[in-house]
């Protein structure tokens, strides 16, 4: 026997039968077919995506922004620093514009291991951060011709750090890690200003008891050579023996 398609019996008055006869043929079996058709499409893009999955589903990715400006030094000339990391840490790199913002791009990394993907982002992650500096702290972490950005540029390795007159900040840009270096030698070089600056009153308040032993000794220019007058440990303008303001940092005791 042939296989028989179901049929749907429709009973009731002519006018009745008509237009039940238009509901099923112009609306439920056309809407049948559409969602037929629905269903082979998504069976379809099911099987996309467990192809996809299957072939990328082991990798680790990471997405994250950047200054347009940083893309040049990122990719090199000629592409050649992005096919450095590329083949360092077997990571795959893309870099696109930013559909939300036209001065950033965006760059995706996927590899193997989070591990690698890290690395890799480690070496393309440029970002400029600025900390704000109290007026009277300036001369302290600035330093005498900006001796103390310098060392610290240096030693974080940072693209540059600078100090903007108008909004008492130094701005830092280089890499994450680098800023985050040179952010930690900022904090605490500013620490140690009150320190030093105990040491200044400790040293004015010894000149004082020795200029009053010399009075009640009825002394005249006797005591201590130099007795008289407190070094100020925290005036960073002063050339006469202030401390290794420039040994901030790790490494190096500074720059002579």
């Known amino acids: 026997d042939k296989k028989q398609h179901p049929k ?11 237009i039940g006869e238009k509901l099923l043929n112009q609306i439920h079996f056309r809407n049948q077919i559409k969602m037929q058709q629905f269903h ?25 922004s950047v200054d347009s400006t ?10 050649e620093n992005i096919q450095k990391l590329r083949q360092e840490f077997g990571v795959e790199i893309e870099v696109q514009e930013s559909h939300q913002s036209w001065t950033e791009s965006v760059i995706t990394i996927s590899g193997e291991t989070p591990e690698a993907v890290t690395k890799a982002r480690e070496q ?7 900390i704000e500096i109290e007026p009277e702290q300036v ?58 600056q105990d040491m200044s009153n400790e040293q004015r308040t010894i000149a004082k008891q020795f200029a009053e032993l010399d ?33 901030v940092g790790r490494g190096s005791s500074g720059r002579k």
């Not at 082979?40 to 997405?63: A, D, F, N």
């Not at 940083?70 to 592409?79: A, D, L, N, Q």
């Not at 009640?216 to 007795?227: C, I, P, Q, V």
């Open 8 to 18: 749907v019996l429709l009973i009731g008055g002519e006018r009745a039968v008509a």
């Open 40 to 64: 082979e499409y998504r069976e379809w893009y099911l099987e996309q995506i467990k192809w996809y999955e299957q072939k990328h589903g082991g990798k680790h990715k990471e997405v994250f």
């Open 70 to 79: 940083f893309v040049g030094r990122i990719i090199g000339k000629k592409g």
């Open 124 to 130: 393309m992650e440029y970002i400029t951060e600025s």
């Open 139 to 196: 001369g302290w972490i600035v330093g005498k011709g900006h001796a103390n950005l310098w060392d610290i540029q240096e030693k974080a390795g940072l693209q540059y750090a600078r100090f903007d007159n108008k909004t008492s900040s130094i701005e830092l840009r280089g890499l994450r890690q680098q800023v985050e270096d040179a952010k930690l030698m900022v904090h605490v070089h500013r620490d140690y200003l009150s320190v030093y």
């Open 215 to 247: 009075r009640r000794g009825g002394k005249k220019g006797g005591g201590k050579k130099g007795a008289g007058r407190g070094k100020d440990w925290a005036d960073n303008d002063s050339d006469d023996d202030h401390p290794p303001v420039r040994s």
